[in-house]
């Protein structure tokens, strides 16, 4: 397919943009301890430029005049911060860039190996940012691939966000009614309401977000297939920058990519897992299994907060529900130390006050409601 004509202040613009690429990458090569890393910089860097050169062609082609290249302020900044704090914390602004210059190389119709090649170095800037927080040393494969496939943890926490939120939000509102000096029957109808309303809400948004990511992954599954089966030479040089950025030598890591590669089926697999970070059999998981989760947690948390009102009333009945509220606060304080490092009782003080600083907002605006409201 031809490529769409683009105006002349386009294509120069694409020249720059390409320039300054090339000169960060550069400087991150210099500046780069790990000379695997810094090889990995470098390719990047001369990749830059043969795009530079792409659009300095078609300038010329078009009869205007290749600019002088002059970095601009933002590059300037971009560079002292890689030479003052080490190339790691300007990593996430590059990403932002290659993805910008995917899209709109893709949006003006640029030859598709350009856009391909812009985006393959998205990914190997997140896989660098991403292992910069833990070391990027370590050569070993199994090393490599267990580096991000540790999602207890994150289970774990999503299990711990949807307890609190339950215990939080209707704690909260059970004390707004309690404030305004409603009867026992009322309060325990409404955080009994209160409880179905929110886990409800979170089953279906945890429904839709899980649904609407497997719908996301399949799609990019799809581009992924095809663009193995049109440049696989492509696809093994990304795969290959990636593995070079986790530690592995580059000619180990261009065997090892050739060699997946050479399967299409294994290829797509393992694409999907390294580029999208997704198991193409699960997609993300089940969206019901997901939603079920979130009722069942939100619920539980919930509960506490309601539970001594089927059994006391009057003002016990708000003392036994903030006892049991803090018993609950505590405990799910203690159960994040686990991937916080905290100590138990500053995690747990911590959860306790937060909850009961809401909860006492919420009963003291009740509270005025039910005095307004009576008087």
Known sequence: MPTPSLSLPTLIENYLDERNSALIYQTLAERESDERLGEVFRRMAETELRHAETWAERIRAAGGQVPEFHPPLRTRILLWLARRFGPSLVLPSLQAMERSGASGYAQQGAPAAMSRQEQGHALVLGQLARLARGGLSGSALAQLEGRHRATGGNALRAAVLGANDGLVSNLSLVMGVAGAALDN?????????????????????????????????????????????????????????????????????????????????????????????????????????????????????????????????????????????????????AVITLFTGRSVLYSGLRMVIFGLLAAAVTFGIGRLIGVGIAG
Do not use: C
Request: charged share 15%; aromatic share 8%.
């Open 185 to 333: 029957r009322t309060v325990l109808i409404t955080g009994l309401a209160g409880l179905l309303a929110g886990a409800i809400s979170m089953a279906l948004g945890e429904w839709l977000s899980v649904q609407s990511a497997r719908e996301l992954y399949g799609h990019q599954i799809k581009i992924e297939a095809g663009e193995i089966e049109q440049a696989p030479e492509e696809e093994a040089e990304e795969l290959a920058l990636i593995y070079e950025a986790r530690g592995l030598p580059p000619d180990q890591a261009q065997t090892l990519a050739a060699q997946i590669l050479a399967d299409p089926q294994n290829a797509l697999d393992t694409l999907a897992r390294e580029e999208l970070g997704v198991d193409p059999e699960e997609l993300g998981g089940s969206a019901w299994e997901a939603a079920l989760t979130s009722f069942v947690l939100f619920a539980l948390g919930a509960i506490f907060p309601v539970l001594p009102f089927a059994f006391f009333s009057g003002f016990s009945a708000v003392i036994a529900s903030i006892l049991f509220s803090i018993l609950a606060l505590f405990g799910l304080g």
